[in-house]
């Protein structure tokens, strides 16, 4: 079983709509949880850290579920410049990373 | 630039050629990893550094993948007799990192460029 999982997509959507993603670990021991984006080619980048209380940053809401292993990253009138592939990235004793294949996010004008 | 630094950006090679390539990494970050990403996929781990040690290694590197840190510093990733299916991004990250863990924010990766590799 994969550490990471999520739907792979994509996620077609018109500009100004909300999507949301979500993504399931497998190790109930996973400490720290991340919410990445990568452009077509290009290296990852930090998104949003996640706590277990949730947290907002502008347009992007992300909330963690720690009884049932979810992790879920809500976008709120996507924009043209949302398009990217977002990895869900679990921690575990603060050493190895763990990132899932990604969702993939189109949004139309 | 205080980023994390990759050289080469584009690698191409004919199989059974060994390859090298280099990480500097942000310069007050004690963690160092190793990823290797293909098409479709997440980065996978491969291995990591805590300054100069190397802490982990994945069973995806085989004994034909080596990595150093020698000054805890930048970080090398050498690739002996290149095959096909190492064709791939190789992504290398840094964190401020710590011997006993620490916040999320602690943890943060920030990741280099990436080299990519063609095996012909």
């Known amino acids: 079983r994969k550490e990471v999982e999520q739907d792979p997509g994509p996620f077609n959507v018109p500009e100004g709509a909300t999507v949301a993603f979500n993504c399931t670990y497998s190790n109930s021991a996973s400490q720290s949880f991340f919410w990445y984006r990568q452009d077509c080619r290009k290296e990852p980048k930090l998104l949003m850290s996640v706590y277990s209380s949730g947290n907002e940053d502008g347009r992007f809401t992300a909330q963690l579920n720690r009884a049932s292993q979810y992790i879920s990253l809500l976008i709120r009138d996507s924009k043209l410049s949302d398009s990217a592939t977002y990895l869900c990235?679990?921690?575990?004793?603060?050493?190895?990373?763990?990132f899932g294949s990604g969702t993939k996010l189109n949004v139309k004008p | 630039d205080t980023g994390v630094s990759q050289d080469p950006r584009h690698k191409i090679t004919k199989r059974g050629q060994n390859v090298t390539f280099r990480c500097d990494p942000i310069?007050?970050?004690?963690?160092l990893y190793w990823y290797r990403q293909t098409l479709g996929q997440g980065p996978e781990f491969l291995t990591y550094?805590?300054?100069?040690?190397?802490?982990?290694k994945s069973r995806l590197l085989s004994d034909r993948f080596s990595a150093e840190r020698p000054k805890g510093s930048f970080s090398t990733l050498e690739i002996q007799r290149t095959e096909q299916g190492d064709s791939a991004m190789y992504l290398c990250a840094s964190t401020p990192g710590g011997t006993s863990g620490g916040s999320s924010s602690y943890n943060e990766q920030f990741f280099g460029p990436g080299t990519r590799l063609t095996v012909l």
């Open positions: 310069s007050e970050h004690n963690r």
């Open positions: 550094f805590q300054n100069e040690a190397q802490l982990e």
């Open positions: 990235v679990v921690n575990r004793n603060f050493n190895k990373f763990y």
